[in-house]
């Protein structure tokens, strides 16, 4: 359940409060391209109350040994994007569809139903308690065309040299892997269009912090708007 801390707290005006069995929800698009800060946003924005829901977490729950998915995917690929335990290796995963859009297809072609089907779970579940703040980080949210599904967009953003560098410094990848992995998505110039917020991450920790306090409060208007005007 929503929950409000530190300069937040005096936004939450009685009939943001006194709504929650009406279901009424704020539900949060939050996406970014890799390497921007995305899970650092999304963790500051939990602190000050929202409910997180992370694709990456519903991703790894969809392909748990003896899963529908963790089956079509051995079947496919075999044994050899498989760990010692017997658990899905992603990495060795990744590496077998990376650069061939037929074998990425296919594979999200297993897992996003099921990744779907959690998500929706998650969402539910959230509207059912009566939270007021729903945020789903979605990497690929524009990719999947998911824009219309959300009442707000936030995009995180970084200059793609400072998101390189953070790829080989912070994850240990070569520099040509994570040039890859840059290049193999939608420039973020293409999403800030579509975004209600946009988060520029590239200075410190305590501009971030500064940066989603602000949105965080706007979040929060918005929420008690959709409260006073009565939307599901």
């Given at each position: 359940?929503?929950?409000?801390?530190?300069?937040?707290?005096?936004?939450?005006?009685?009939?943001?409060?006194?709504?929650?069995?009406?279901?009424?929800?704020?539900?949060?698009?939050?996406?970014?391209?890799?390497?921007?800060?995305?899970?650092?946003?999304?963790?500051?924005?939990?602190?000050?109350?929202?409910?997180?829901?992370?694709?990456?977490?519903?991703?790894?729950?969809?392909?748990?040994?003896?899963?529908?998915?963790?089956?079509?995917?051995?079947?496919?690929?075999?044994?050899?994007?498989?760990?010692?335990?017997?658990?899905?290796?992603?990495?060795?995963?990744?590496?077998?569809?990376?650069?061939?859009?037929?074998e990425l297809e296919a594979l999200n072609d297993i897992v996003h139903p099921e990744v779907e089907r959690l998500r929706g779970q998650r969402v539910d579940d959230a509207r059912a308690r009566g939270d007021r703040i729903v945020v789903c980080d979605i990497p690929l949210l524009f990719e999947k065309k998911m824009v219309d599904r959300f009442d707000r967009i936030v995009l995180v953003d970084a200059p793609r040299?400072?998101?390189?560098?953070?790829?080989?410094?912070?994850?240990?990848?070569?520099?040509?892997?994570?040039?890859?992995?840059?290049?193999?998505?939608?420039?973020?110039?293409?999403?800030?269009?579509?975004?209600?917020?946009?988060?520029?991450?590239?200075?410190?920790?305590?501009?971030?912090?500064?940066?989603?306090?602000?949105?965080?409060?706007?979040?929060?208007?918005?929420?008690?708007?959709?409260?006073?005007?009565?939307?599901?």
């Open positions: 359940m929503l929950t409000l801390s530190g300069h937040s707290r005096s936004l939450a005006t009685p009939a943001l409060k006194s709504t929650l069995a009406h279901g009424l929800m704020l539900l949060v698009g939050l996406t970014g391209n890799i390497a921007s800060g995305k899970s650092t946003v999304a963790q500051l924005l939990s602190e000050r109350g929202a409910t997180i829901i992370d694709a990456d977490v519903l991703a790894r729950r969809a392909v748990e040994g003896g899963s529908k998915a963790f089956e079509a995917i051995v079947r496919r690929w075999g044994t050899s994007v498989l760990a010692p335990d017997g658990h899905l290796d992603r990495a060795s995963l990744r590496r077998a569809v990376f650069g061939n859009p037929k040299p400072l998101r390189l560098e953070r790829l080989v410094q912070d994850r240990g990848l070569r520099e040509t892997e994570a040039m890859e992995m840059i290049a193999s998505q939608m420039p973020a110039e293409l999403k800030r269009a579509r975004a209600d917020f946009v988060i520029d991450n590239s200075g410190t920790l305590a501009q971030l912090e500064q940066r989603v306090s602000q949105i965080w409060a706007s979040l929060l208007q918005d929420a008690e708007s959709k409260v006073h005007a009565g939307v599901p």
